[in-house]
């Protein structure tokens, strides 16, 4: 199973950062027709960005164009198990993609909207915050 990555990065290991303020870019739907959007701020796992392309291309037909708008580009650290605390931050544990609310996560076109209604059913299932599906132009669907 192929998961997203950077395949070079300047440092390990990264700082926690913060989740506040809302998505100013990346916020409205570009490519397709539909789009999916976070209503919530979180970090995404690259296993559940591939959980959640998996859902979306299985769900839609052969034909429809899907477009992938967030990558896991920041590492995130683990400590083993049962070791106590101090010693240093962990060993980078895999990626995550920063996602704030607003922000367009996955876009696809050529599919009728009960078809995209019913796929966006199936993907927000597989993420773990609050999702709305919007149409071009920004309407909420």
Known sequence: MSFLQPSRQKYRKTQRGTLKGKSFRGN??????????ALESHWITQRQI?????????????????WIRIFPDKPYTKKPAEVRGGGGKGDPEGYVAVVKPGRIMFEFSDVPQDM??????????????KVRLVKAGGMSI
């Open 116 to 129: 995209a209604e019913e796929a966006f059913r199936k993907v927000s299932a597989k993420l773990p915050i």
């Open 50 to 66: 591939e959980a959640s392309r998996i859902a979306l291309v299985r769900s839609l037909r052969k034909g429809t164009k899907v």
């Open 28 to 37: 409205q739907v570009a490519f397709g027709e539909y789009g999916i959007q």
